[in-house]
């Protein structure tokens, strides 16, 4: 039977549909009347399934229908928020494009951690506690929340003095702080560097490269050091969009390698290991270390900056080629060969 890819209206859905049409697919996409305009207008979707609010998505009603068009999801980060990743590694029973045991990875500190060092990439120093900061450092907060409530600072005291300051803004509650997350602050320029491996061919493909557009971070630093004391701003760290960037070509060795590493870990660690796309984020120090500093085990948003291409994923075929795209290539393949076990979960 026909297979239909479908995602949710969010997150990286425009390239995700208009790959899979361009390699022959129906598609359809998820989501609420209110914000079904991006895909009409685009044209990207042959079908649309409503749902009232976003969370139905894990409903059997909506995953009956799913399993009737014989669907293919492709998980993207707004796809496992409003799914629920429980729901996604348990009561979602619809075939997904990727290793979805591999998305708790993602999600905890911990198991990121753990894989990531355990790979042999470099990541940024962890703190025990607040009593130990004795240089720049960045706390972080559980959750996904797009950077929101994040701080830099240098000192035990500075630590509890934003601490007082975020929870008086009723950004941060006490929870939040016992959960912090101390890292090592990097001084470097930011690569989120898109990969995708193919199970099929096994091999590590280099997709493109953005840098993050973050609020209010990106503004404050217009301003003049003398006033930025003056006007005394905590920044922030909010994702906004993205810019797409070249990266010096010796670099590219060491952008290989670490693909290479990640993908031989994951295959140890949580089997079949990274299937299909990954993102690795890093800043790139005067050393010209790339130091890792977070991790997508799924299509990242940063791949909305090559949705007609970008200057890597060119270079395969010399023909233009979204992340979108490389997805439904490797479903097509795979439908051909009758290896569909291979790629999906
Ligand atoms: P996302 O929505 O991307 O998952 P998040 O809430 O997990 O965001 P991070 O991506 O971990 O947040 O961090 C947000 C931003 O903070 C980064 O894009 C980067 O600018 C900055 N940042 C994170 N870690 C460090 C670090 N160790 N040193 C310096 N800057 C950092």
Redo the contacts with the bound molecule.
């Keep these: 039977d026909e297979v239909t890819i479908v995602t949710v209206g969010s997150h990286t859905s425009l390239h995700i549909l208009k790959g899979a049409k361009l390699e022959g697919f129906s598609t359809a996409v998820i989501t609420t009347k209110d914000r079904a305009i991006p895909y009409k207008r685009f044209g990207v979707a042959d079908k649309f399934i409503y749902v009232d609010q976003f969370s139905d998505i894990s409903k059997e009603e909506i995953q009956q229908q799913l399993r009737d068009m014989n669907a293919i999801i492709v998980p993207h980060?707004s796809f496992i928020a409003y799914c629920g990743l429980d729901n996604v590694e348990d009561t979602f029973k619809v075939p997904m494009f990727g290793n979805r045991a591999i998305l708790r990875w993602e999600a905890e500190r911990d198991l990121e951690g753990q894989l990531l060092g355990g790979s042999g990439l470099r990541i940024?120093k962890k703190y025990g506690g607040p009593d130990e900061i004795d240089g720049p450092?960045?706390v972080?907060f559980p959750?996904?929340?797009?950077?929101?409530g994040?701080f830099?600072c240098s000192s035990v005291e500075e630590f509890w003095r934003k601490i007082d300051e975020f929870k008086a803004k009723g950004v941060l509650t006490e929870d939040d702080v016992s959960k912090a997350h101390i890292?090592?602050?990097?001084?470097?320029a930011?690569y989120c560097i898109h990969y995708f491996y193919s199970p099929l061919k096994d091999q590590v493909e280099l997709m493109g490269i953005d840098r993050?557009y973050?609020s209010s971070?990106d503004g404050l630093v217009r301003v003049p050091a003398k006033d930025q004391l003056e006007l005394d701003i905590d920044p922030s760290?909010v994702?906004t969009g993205n810019f797409p960037v070249v990266i010096r070509e010796s670099l590219l060795p060491q952008v290989f390698d670490m693909g290479d590493k990640l993908v031989a870990k994951a295959k140890e660690e949580v089997n079949p290991g990274m299937l299909g796309p990954f993102c690795l984020?890093s800043?790139c120090n005067e050393n010209l270390e790339l130091?890792v500093?977070?991790m997508?085990a799924r299509v990242d948003?940063g791949t909305n900056t090559f949705m007609n291409g970008s200057p890597y994923s060119c270079l395969y075929t010399g023909e233009p080629l979204s992340m979108g795209q490389r997805i439904a290539k490797e479903i097509k393949l795979a439908l051909e060969l009758d290896m569909i076990d291979k790629v999906i979960s």
Excluded at 143 to 148: L, Q
Excluded at 183 to 188: H, N, P
């Design positions: 980060g940024p450092v960045m972080k959750g996904a929340r797009g950077g929101r994040y830099p890292e090592e602050y990097v001084v470097g930011n993050r973050e971070i760290y994702i984020q800043l130091v500093f977070e997508s948003g």
